[in-house]
């Protein structure tokens, strides 16, 4: 079926996840949204969000005292010195897609690169 000529395309369209994230050791459960060249981390009452050029250093969390709430999670540090770590209530590959997001927030980047080819779960 061809797409109407100003319908919106799957590329332009915003991305959202359900997660559970933790920041300064405080749980919440709700979205991760992929916006312009950013991210939101929003549960009822408490929203985070921050560009990607933000993001110092990330890796995929597996041991048993990193996980959130049982699941596997990504660990972000902000350039600014806050950690957040997410945890995809809709499975593995949403996980490596949200880490495959946070490498695209710069391409030259080879350590975060790195880290996520390893990054099976």
Known sequence: MPRAANGPSLSGMRKT???VWA???RTHTGKLEVLKERLELSSRGHTLSFPLRAVAHFTVERGA???IRGL???TIRLAGGDVVRV???GGAGSLHEIARL???GDETDRS???ELAGAGT
Do not use: E, I, K, N
């Open 17 to 19: 996840f359900p997660v």
């Open 23 to 25: 920041l300064h050791g």
């Open 65 to 67: 005292d990193t996980r």
């Open 72 to 74: 596997t999670a990504v």
């Open 87 to 89: 945890a995809s209530l």
């Open 102 to 104: 946070l490498t695209a």
């Open 112 to 114: 975060r690169r790195q």
